[in-house]
């Protein structure tokens, strides 16, 4: 049953379930509460990734096909690119609607970006494994798959693994990446690194070939 409480400090009248107190707080005097979330286990599925070294690209769509472009923290526009990255999205616009309504993040890589991975143009390759996958890397997709093939323009970041947790295989992969070279630009021997994607904690985490201990933290 509802009840009339009223705040011993304020004064304030609300309207709340059970018994009134002394020790009730108002909407008004009480601050925001903050539930601390809930700790996911550790011992759960991971992607592992290539960590391809680009410029952070975003493609955003609004509801009514309005297409836009961003970099890690900024829009783009004519004015303010970010290595051609606005132009490309303008030019492949009626492609990228494929990606559909809301935020697409990737990474914009290629000739004149960061390594260049001995690459003759540049290329946006989409973070979202669980949703998108490249035909040109997994032709033979099974009909149970629930990804979506990308836009034809767009690349998938490379998908080195995925499983359960383990930091055995984390080194692993990441020594093999080493050895082996890139899987996003095959040939190219100096790949940057890895991407972890933890699905229970919704993070991210990466790590490096080199200076990996002494890298920034984001």
């Keep these: 049953m509802k ?9 304030t009248e609300w309207e709340a379930e059970g018994v009134p107190t002394d020790k ?9 509460f903050k539930e601390f979330k809930k700790i996911p286990r550790l011992s759960r599925d991971i992607i592992i990734t290539e960590k391809i070294d680009g410029s952070n690209g975003l493609i955003y769509i609004d509801e009514n096909n309005n297409v ?4 890690r923290n900024r829009w783009l526009n004519d004015h303010s690119d970010n290595f051609g990255f606005w132009h490309w999205v303008m030019d492949n616009k009626e492609e ?13 890589w290629g000739k004149g970006i960061q390594r260049g991975y001995n690459l003759q143009e540049k290329r946006f390759s989409l973070f979202n ?5 490249d035909r040109r890397l997994m032709p033979d997709l099974k009909e149970t798959d629930k990804r979506e093939p990308c836009p034809m323009c767009c690349y998938v970041v490379p998908i080195l693994y995925e499983g359960m947790f383990s930091e055995e295989m984390i080194g692993n992969t990441l ?15 100096k790949p940057e690194g890895i991407v972890i994607y933890h699905k229970a904690g919704n993070l991210y985490f990466k790590k490096t070939i080199e200076n990996d201990e002494k890298g920034k933290d984001a």
């Design 129 to 133: 494994t669980g949703k998108w996958v």
């Design 3 to 11: 009840l009339i409480h009223v705040c011993f400090k304020c004064k």
């Design 24 to 32: 009730d707080l108002c909407p008004t005097c009480s601050p925001e």
């Design 68 to 71: 836009f472009a961003g970099s």
């Design 96 to 108: 990228l609607l494929k990606l559909g309504p809301g935020y697409h993040y990737g990474e914009w």
């Design 175 to 189: 020594m093999t990446l080493k050895e082996y070279g890139s899987k996003a630009s095959l040939y190219f021997t």
